[in-house]
């Protein structure tokens, strides 16, 4: 069984960085995809940035270009998100989500397996 375990989150300044790590077990994810979703309180799940596991190939959303990049570490089976210059509006419990294909949806309904989520919270 697939199982993603986040870790990384906390407090931070508005400006400051963070970054962000799921841990991947249970399978083998070569082809897999792997996203960062964000849900604040009383919103809809909102999609932040994914990759293609194999390829490496990213795809983030418009409100962190620039500003957030997700990485990769095969060896590791380990997906990254550094977050840079966050902002107040990034405050959010974060998660991790897999799914059994390399396409990198945005639809978090189409993500097989999550982690349990990391709050993030900026100051301002």
């Known amino acids: 069984q697939v199982q993603l375990v986040e870790s990384g989150g906390g407090l931070v300044q508005a400006g400051g960085s963070l970054r962000l790590s799921c841990a991947a077990s249970?399978?083998?994810?070569?082809?897999?995809?792997m996203a960062w979703f964000r849900q604040a309180p009383g919103k809809e799940r909102e999609f932040v940035a994914a990759?293609?596991?194999?390829?490496?190939?990213?795809r983030n959303a418009d409100s962190v270009k620039g500003r957030f990049t997700i990485s990769r570490d095969s060896a590791k089976n380990t997906a990254h998100l550094q977050m840079n210059n966050l902002k107040p509006e990034d405050t959010a419990v974060y998660y991790c989500?897999?799914?059994?294909?390399?396409?990198?949806?945005?639809?978090?309904?189409?993500?097989?397996?999550w982690g349990q989520g990391t709050q993030v919270t900026v100051s301002s």
């Open positions: 989500a897999a799914r059994q294909t390399p396409i990198r949806t945005t639809n978090y309904r189409e993500y097989n397996y």
């Open positions: 990759i293609s596991w194999r390829s490496g190939n990213t």
């Open positions: 249970g399978r083998t994810f070569s082809n897999y995809a």
